[in-house]
């Protein structure tokens, strides 16, 4: 599928997984954006101050009329582009609510529904540096197994991924996501930015 975004002087098509949207502008009354199953989701809006101490600053997200499917995701920096926002990318991964979120300069630009460990294998939480990249990984521990775009958290396997997202799959402690979107993230990230890996994350705003 394909986002058409229409503004003033500007057109842009971008590659969006299973959902096709259009918008008028970026102003935060008439920035609608529609999918073709009828999701809609307005201009980025303001968040409400975090906690003190919150390890990622939040200050635009996308609010959207229905949770994304499993397997459903989009990424759209025209707004943080036009805001001049700069910087690395930040993810956080919200287990609770299976999700992924990539802010730049705490404007969400990305989301995603995920994959993860369960029981004996539940995927920690923490701040965790990326110890690697690469784009063509296999597991040295389940199998060959394939994992795309990998994104190393741990030196004991942990990693973001591209796998298989539904609601009946799960991983051995890995943090899977849909591969177009992975290999996106995997485009946007360096060796070293922060991920955090919580519960829970920003209730009063997700």
């Known amino acids: 599928m394909s986002l058409q975004i229409w503004f003033p002087k500007l057109t842009a098509l971008l590659l969006v997984g299973m959902v096709s949207i259009s918008a008028p502008s970026f102003a935060q009354t008439d920035f609608i954006v529609e999918y073709e199953s009828g999701m809609t989701a307005t201009s980025p809006r303001t968040a ?11 200050d635009h997200y996308i609010e959207l009329d ?44 990305a989301r995603t529904r995920i994959t993860r460990g369960w029981e004996e294998y539940d995927t920690p939480t ?21 994992m795309p775009y990998n994104l190393r958290l741990t030196w004991k396997g942990v990693a973001i991924h591209g796998a298989e997202v539904d609601s009946l799959s799960a991983t051995h ?28 994350w920003r209730p009063e705003v997700y």
């Open 66 to 109: 229905r949770p994304l499917d499993f397997g459903e995701h989009f990424w759209d920096e025209s707004f943080a582009r036009a805001s001049g926002a700069r910087g690395s990318a930040q993810i956080v991964v919200d287990l609770q609510a299976e999700q992924l979120y990539v802010y730049r300069a705490g404007i969400e630009i």
């Open 48 to 58: 409400p101050p975090a906690k003190p101490h919150s390890p990622f600053a939040v």
């Open 173 to 200: 402690g890995c943090i899977g996501v849909p591969l177009e979107f992975a290999r996106k993230l995997f485009a946007n990230v360096r060796k070293g930015d922060k991920v955090l890996v919580t519960r829970n």
């Open 126 to 146: 923490g701040i965790f540096p990326i110890l690697e990249k690469d784009a063509d990984h296999y597991s040295s521990t389940y199998n060959n197994a394939p």
